[in-house]
């Protein structure tokens, strides 16, 4: 049971990494600041798999005397408890900071397509003001 409340114990500590990206990268895409945001996605996913890899030890664990839960002492069920408890904390803030990464990347979205938008209909007005036979006298003097 040590080794499970210890993997427990490892996930929760790459969880935390992964709440205080999110808080670092969040404040510069409220900046709008989208430099690194592959970097962002990148690091990301590389935590992502190592708490995979994790999540993997901890079957195999439990695979190994599926009545560990049955033969474990009040202590060792608190700390599982408690090592429960933290992970469902950060799993709700990292939802909670990915609702927000989302709404930052839509309005920057929205924002790009709104000035594409206008430089569209600014291509259009200035075509509007071209005389016709503008070129061709060009081409006519020269």
């Known amino acids: 049971m040590k080794r499970i409340i210890d993997l427990m ?17 969040l404040a510069n895409f409220m900046k709008d600041d989208f430099g690194n945001l592959e970097g962002f996605y990148e690091t990301r996913e590389r935590i992502l798999e190592v708490i995979k890899y994790i ?35 950060y799993v709700a803030r990292i939802l909670e900071q990915d609702l927000q990464v ?8 929205n924002s790009i397509i709104r000035e594409l938008q206008d430089i569209r209909k600014g ?20």
């Open 102 to 109: 989302l709404a930052c990347i839509e309005s920057a979205k």
């Open 55 to 89: 999540d993997g030890q901890m079957d195999l664990e439990q695979n190994r005397n599926p009545h560990m839960a049955a033969t474990s002492g009040p202590r060792e069920k608190r700390a599982v408890l408690e090592a429960l408890t933290i992970k469902d904390e």
């Open 9 to 25: 114990n490892e996930k929760n500590h790459y969880l935390e990494k992964f709440y205080a990206l999110n808080e670092k990268e």
């Open 123 to 142: 291509k259009k007005a200035v075509t509007g003001y071209r005389s016709p036979n503008f070129a061709q006298r060009l081409d006519e003097k020269a």
